[in-house]
T-cell receptor
Framework: DAGVIQSPRHEVTEMGQEVTLRCKPI?????LFWYRQTMMRGLELLIYFNNNVPIDDSGMPEDRFSAKMPNASFSTLKIQPSEPRDSAVYFC?????????????FGDGTRLSIL | EDKVVQSPLSLVVHEGDTVTLNCSYE??????LLWYKQEKKAPTFLFMLTSSGIEKKSGRLSSILDKKELFSILNITATQTGDSAVYLCAVPGETSYDKVIFGPGTSLSVIP
């Protein structure tokens, strides 16, 4: 059973460039979450989707960040333009609301470095 | 405002020791509390607790919830170096089960 799949695993780019992170949730899960993790701020929820619809994006730091979920098996998190302070590990997680209180399953993350 | 607090924030013990990690929370409309273990990569799920006083156990790890006092503990007995990790406590927030609030984590280091 494949888990949550994220790509790329690592991304190093110069500030000002557009960055796109990708996520494939576990098949059958209808909720998807994007998190950012840094040493200073810990794990922060950026945005989450239920049935492909964005429910709460209050965690998105600013307009440079955007997320989409065009179908049940794919989501992207885009940063344009990127800044050095965006450097962090970005996690995608999925869960199934239909089965009641189910834990979130995390992908391995994308380690993003903005130079 | 919903929040999750963990203590200690870091801990160093020797192999064979027993450790107790603490998590306290303030949330409206409590539903459940989750424990995760994070090593070098993503958090992995350990326990979900919904009822007070019922211990969840998995090998050397166990956890219990006190809904009256709003806290949970995670115990690890006979620690091993492989237990070294950050242990995260998380609670669904007010608006929806999905909006899970994570604590800062306890960084546990087990030395031989």
């Amino acid at each position: 059973d494949a888990g949550v799949i994220q790509s790329p695993r690592h991304e190093v780019t110069e500030m000002g460039q557009e960055v796109t992170l990708r996520c494939k949730p576990i098949s059958g899960h209808n909720s998807l979450f994007w998190y950012r993790q840094t040493m200073m701020r810990g794990l922060e929820l950026l945005i989450y989707f239920n049935n492909n619809v964005p429910i709460d994006d209050s965690g998105m730091p600013e307009d440079r960040f955007s997320a989409k979920m065009p179908n049940a098996s794919f989501s992207t998190l885009k940063i344009q333009p990127s800044e050095p302070r965006d450097s962090a590990v970005y996690f995608c997680a999925s869960s199934s609301l239909d089965r009641g209180n189910q834990p979130q399953h995390f992908g391995d993350g994308t380690r993003l470095s903005i130079l | 405002e919903d929040k999750v607090v963990q203590s200690p924030l870091s801990l160093v013990v020797h192999e064979g020791d027993t450790v107790t990690l603490n998590c306290s929370y303030e949330v409206t409309n409590f539903r459940s509390l989750l424990w995760y273990k994070q090593e070098k990569k993503a958090p992995t799920f350990l326990f979900m607790l919904t009822s007070s006083g019922i211990e969840k156990k998995s090998g050397r790890l166990s956890s219990i919830l006190d809904k009256k006092e709003l806290f949970s503990i995670l115990n690890i007995t006979a620690t091993q170096t492989g237990d070294s990790a950050v242990y995260l406590c998380a609670v669904p927030g007010e608006t929806s089960y999905d909006k899970v609030i994570f604590g800062p984590g306890t960084s546990l280091s087990v030395i031989p």
